[in-house]
């Protein structure tokens, strides 16, 4: 088998394991954990350091820096913790709202990624990465005291990126990467239609997938021998998912029809530097900055004319079923680390991150509880010969406390409102291991 089939190959079997389930775990729902040795620094170097093939998704130019053919595959296991605090909830009508407080909406999750580099001569480099670069999955008890905000969040996104990478001279290399993307959503509240008309608490459900497109660049500089600045992006990408929206268990008020609803994705921009202070120790920061503003709303349309509650309530093809304002603000994150170079088996790496959270006061809800985010991470790779290194990773991630005062329209008009009122408090733990082969 040729080195280019091998490594075919291990993109196939990574596309297959990707699609595990994911919890995000960056702020809003983009997921970092591309990278074990990334994750080892807190992602302060994912722009000029990385030398193994997960350097394809944070900065695809310094692939020229990655001899021969070389495979990876790795898994990073988050344990997030969540939990949210009744401050006076209502339900239509002003009445408090009977429910428990939901419990730890989250699951331990693994979440794989993999990648392949090929040299195919001294001036170019090709490759690809299979990611879950963002997602959500969290689900509370049916009747905790948010339900008519959410119950299930689900939420993942697919990303093959194939990518070429080339060496203009010794202190310049550039890149670019097709995003191919896979979307797909499930969204659930509890709906209650306006009291005047009697009708039962129901589920509401969004569902739908799409397939879109977007790209990646990266570039890479060594303007002196112990400086390496890297520049990389990553470009927006729109969804429209296609599939239904429905309402069951709310009597006369239940209806399924298709629909469709946007998701749009932010654009990344990081900007990075690294320094060998020796041939042993090297220091790595950079900052990224997240376009979150484009993510405002989640508006579903119908694809159908209906009718509800005895027709009362009629809704035309194009119609707006429901419009949840999220109203993201574009955030920066900003890392610091180093890495120590102990001997030809073991190199060693830690850092620290601050990372905003694009919700704010007005509209964060209980499908994102989220916060501002303070990483403290380690790590190492370890050498096990010439073709084969571990690469071992841990972070701890406290979430800064938040509240949620928000309301929600129930079913068809304005006339029935629920009031969400919360407190929030959490912290993440990651896992990382890594397995890299060079044919």
Same mark, same amino acid.
């Given at each position: 088998?040729?080195?280019?089939?091998?490594?075919?190959?291990?993109?196939?079997?990574?596309?297959?394991?990707?699609?595990?389930?994911?919890?995000?775990?960056?702020?809003?729902?983009?997921?970092?954990?591309?990278?074990?040795?990334?994750?080892?620094?807190?992602?302060?170097?994912?722009?000029?350091?990385?030398?193994?093939?997960?350097?394809?998704?944070?900065?695809?130019?310094?692939?020229?820096?990655?001899?021969?053919?070389?495979?990876?595959?790795?898994?990073?296991?988050?344990?997030?913790?969540?939990?949210?605090?009744?401050?006076?909830?209502?339900?239509?009508?002003?009445?408090?709202?009977?429910?428990?407080?939901?419990?730890?909406?989250?699951?331990?999750?693994?979440?794989?990624?993999?990648?392949?580099?090929?040299?195919?001569?001294?001036?170019?480099?090709?490759?690809?990465?299979?990611?879950?670069?963002?997602?959500?999955?969290?689900?509370?008890?049916?009747?905790?005291?948010?339900?008519?905000?959410?119950?299930?969040?689900?939420?993942?996104?697919?990303?093959?990126?194939?990518?070429?990478?080339?060496?203009?001279?010794?202190?310049?290399?550039?890149?670019?990467?097709?995003?191919?993307?896979?979307?797909?959503?499930?969204?659930?509240?509890?709906?209650?239609?306006?009291?005047?008309?009697?009708?039962?608490?129901?589920?509401?459900?969004?569902?739908?997938?799409?397939?879109?497109?977007?790209?990646?660049?990266?570039?890479?500089?060594?303007?002196?021998?112990?400086?390496?600045?890297?520049?990389?992006?990553?470009?927006?990408?729109?969804?429209?998912?296609?599939?239904?929206?429905?309402?069951?268990?709310?009597?006369?008020?239940?209806?399924?029809?298709?629909?469709?609803?946007?998701?749009?994705?932010?654009?990344?921009?990081?900007?990075?530097?690294?320094?060998?202070?020796?041939?042993?120790?090297?220091?790595?920061?950079? %900052?990224?900055?997240?376009? !979150?503003?484009?993510?405002? /709303? &989640?508006?579903?349309?119908?694809?159908?004319? *209906? $009718?509800? @509650? =005895?027709?009362?309530?009629?809704?035309?093809?194009?119609?707006?079923?429901?419009?949840?304002?999220?109203?993201?603000?574009?955030?920066?994150?900003?890392?610091?680390?180093?890495?120590?170079?102990?001997?030809?088996?073991?190199?060693?790496?830690?850092?620290?991150?601050?990372?905003?959270?694009?919700?704010?006061?007005?509209?964060?809800?209980?499908?994102?509880?989220?916060?501002?985010?303070?990483?403290?991470?380690?790590?190492?790779?370890?050498?096990?010969?010439?073709?084969?290194?571990?690469?071992? %990773?841990?972070?701890?991630? !406290?979430?800064?406390?938040? /509240? &949620?005062?928000?309301?929600?329209?129930?079913? *068809? $008009?304005? @006339? =029935?409102?629920?009031?969400?009122?919360?407190?929030?408090?959490?912290?993440?733990?990651?896992?990382?291991?890594?397995?890299?082969?060079?044919?």
């Amino acid at each position: 088998m040729t080195l280019l089939k091998r490594t075919l190959l291990s993109t196939s079997m990574v596309s297959a394991l990707a699609l595990g389930a994911v919890n995000a775990n960056a702020a809003g729902f983009y997921i970092q954990e591309q990278s074990v040795s990334g994750l080892g620094s807190a992602f302060s170097g994912s722009t000029t350091t990385l030398t193994d093939p997960s350097t394809i998704y944070f900065n695809p130019a310094n692939m020229t820096r990655i001899n021969g053919a070389q495979a990876q595959f790795a898994t990073h296991l988050l344990v997030p913790n969540s939990e949210l605090t009744d401050k006076g909830s209502t339900a239509v009508g002003g009445a408090s709202i009977v429910g428990n407080n939901g419990g730890n909406p989250y699951d331990p999750t693994p979440v794989p990624n993999g990648f392949v580099s090929y040299q195919v001569n001294d001036s170019l480099w090709v490759g690809a990465g299979v990611t879950a670069p963002f997602g959500l999955e969290n689900e509370y008890d049916e009747n905790w005291f948010g339900r008519f905000d959410s119950v299930k969040t689900y939420l993942r996104v697919f990303d093959i990126q194939p990518t070429i990478a080339y060496k203009i001279n010794d202190m310049v290399s550039i890149a670019a990467g097709l995003n191919i993307q896979h979307a797909e959503a499930e969204l659930t509240n509890a709906s209650q239609a306006p009291a005047v008309f009697g009708q039962p608490e129901g589920v509401s459900t969004l569902e739908g997938d799409s397939v879109d497109y977007g790209y990646t660049l990266g570039l890479s500089v060594q303007p002196i021998e112990p400086l390496r600045l890297g520049v990389s992006y990553r470009s927006a990408i729109s969804h429209e998912l296609e599939g239904s929206i429905k309402t069951e268990g709310a009597g006369t008020a239940n209806f399924d029809v298709s629909g469709q609803a946007d998701l749009n994705l932010p654009d990344v921009l990081t900007v990075g530097a690294s320094y060998d202070i020796d041939e042993k120790w090297t220091v790595m920061g950079q %900052a990224t900055h997240f376009g !979150w503003d484009n993510f405002k /709303d &989640i508006t579903a349309t119908t694809d159908e004319t *209906f $009718s509800v @509650l =005895g027709g009362l309530v009629s809704r035309g093809a194009g119609a707006t079923v429901s419009s949840v304002r999220q109203g993201y603000e574009d955030t920066w994150a900003y890392a610091i680390g180093a890495e120590y170079k102990a001997s030809d088996l073991w190199t060693l790496r830690a850092g620290m991150q601050f990372d905003e959270t694009p919700t704010t006061d007005e509209f964060r809800t209980s499908r994102t509880p989220d916060g501002d985010r303070t990483w403290l991470s380690g790590g190492a790779t370890y050498n096990v010969n010439d073709s084969l290194a571990l690469d071992l %990773a841990a972070t701890y991630i !406290w979430i800064s406390d938040e /509240d &949620i005062d928000l309301k929600r329209n129930n079913a *068809f $008009s304005t @006339l =029935g409102q629920t009031d969400v009122k919360a407190s929030t408090e959490g912290n993440v733990g990651i896992f990382a291991l890594g397995v890299t082969y060079k044919f």
